[in-house]
T-cell receptor, first 114, second 114 residues
Framework: DVKVTQSSRYLVKRTGEKVFLECVQD?????MFWYRQDPGLGLRLIYF???????EKGDIPEGYSVSREKKERFSLILESASTNQTSMYLC?????????????FGPGTRLTVL | GENVEQHPSTLSVQEGDSAVIKCTYS??????FPWYKQELGKRPQLIID?????GEKKDQRIAVTLNKTAKHFSLHITETQPEDSAVYFC?????????????FGQGTILTVHP
């Protein structure tokens, strides 16, 4: 049974703080993704990674960076948090290969930036 | 890049009725179309998917249809039950490339009234 975990369910930060969101998966998946979920906007891809130390920008990368030092762990970094980054953040992973593979999601981190 | 539009944004039905959610996509190269269900407070989970070499796929009370010419696909839920109440997301991808990167629609909040 695939398990994707995220470091926090709820997080409150101040404007300008550096924020780290961590995601860990236990299924040896090569692909990992970070999304933000906002009402009426669906799930929007921030960054994804297809291998250790490899990353690619998604649709809304501005204001975010990522780190993948180990295969099982994918971190999302907000260098200087702003109020418009208040959102639900979801991590996902999938097995490599054909690209027809299911993405498994973590429980999400609800981030509030004050 | 790919753009996926999903309608309606909210859908309210009586238990036992059918529900239909529609999505359109822009990139004719897209060939993989999954649907995810997100219950309140939980993570999105894959419920059904379809590849472009198939026009329809069924799994018990849910079915997905695909019209490649018109670039739209739909989720059909028959004999709806209260436990079908959730947010449903459609997505599109170019399977075989792009590491399984999905573009999601905006989501549909389905409410099934007992």
């Amino acid at each position: 049974d695939v398990k994707v975990t995220q470091s926090s369910r709820y997080l409150v930060k101040r404007t300008g703080e550096k924020v780290f969101l961590e995601c860990v998966q236990d299924m040896d998946h090569e692909n990992m993704f970070w999304y933000r979920q906002d009402p009426g906007l669906g799930l929007r891809l921030i960054y994804f990674s297809y291998d250790v130390k490899m990353k690619e920008k998604g649709d809304i990368p501005e204001g975010y960076s990522v780190s993948r030092e180990k295969k099982e762990r994918f971190s999302l970094i907000l260098e200087s948090a702003s109020t418009n980054q208040t959102s639900m953040y979801l991590c996902a992973s999938s097995s490599p290969g054909t690209g027809f593979n299911e993405q498994f999601f973590g429980p999400g981190t609800r981030l509030t930036v004050l | 890049g790919e753009n996926v539009e999903q309608h309606p944004s909210t859908l309210s039905v009586q238990e036992g009725d059918s529900a239909v959610i529609k999505c359109t996509y822009s990139d004719s190269a897209s060939n993989y179309f999954p649907w995810y269900k997100q219950e309140l407070g939980k993570r999105p989970q894959l419920i059904i998917d379809i590849r472009s070499n198939v026009g329809e796929k069924k799994d018990q009370r849910i079915a997905v249809t695909l019209n490649k010419t018109a670039k739209h696909f739909s989720l059909h839920i028959t004999e709806t039950q209260p436990e079908d109440s959730a947010v449903y997301f459609c997505a599109a991808s170019i399977g075989g490339t792009s590491y399984g990167k999905l573009t999601f629609g905006q989501g549909t909040i389905l409410t099934v009234h007992p």
